[in-house]
């Protein structure tokens, strides 16, 4: 059963959060979460959403370029 960071330790939630596995996810997020608002059609949804699955994409090779 998964340990709620509620019922940690105060040091260890702060370093999970510190943890740049966790950081570096967290901006991925919000890339994620500016590619999305700027989807108005159907197929930009389409787009979005087929990139998201491919390795390679755009928006994924931009998300690791950022973090170099």
């Not at 966790?22 to 197929?43: K, M, P, Q, T, W």
């Not at 090779?61 to 170099?68: C, H, P």
Request: charged share 30%.
């Amino acid at each position: 059963m998964a340990v709620m960071l509620t019922d940690m330790p105060s040091d260890r939630p702060d370093a999970l959060i510190k943890h740049p596995f966790h950081r570096e996810n967290g901006e991925r997020l919000v890339g994620f979460i500016e590619d999305l608002r700027e989807c108005y059609s159907a197929e930009d949804f389409m787009t979005f959403q087929r990139e998201l699955c491919m390795p390679h994409s755009p928006r994924t090779v931009r998300v690791r370029s950022a973090r170099e």
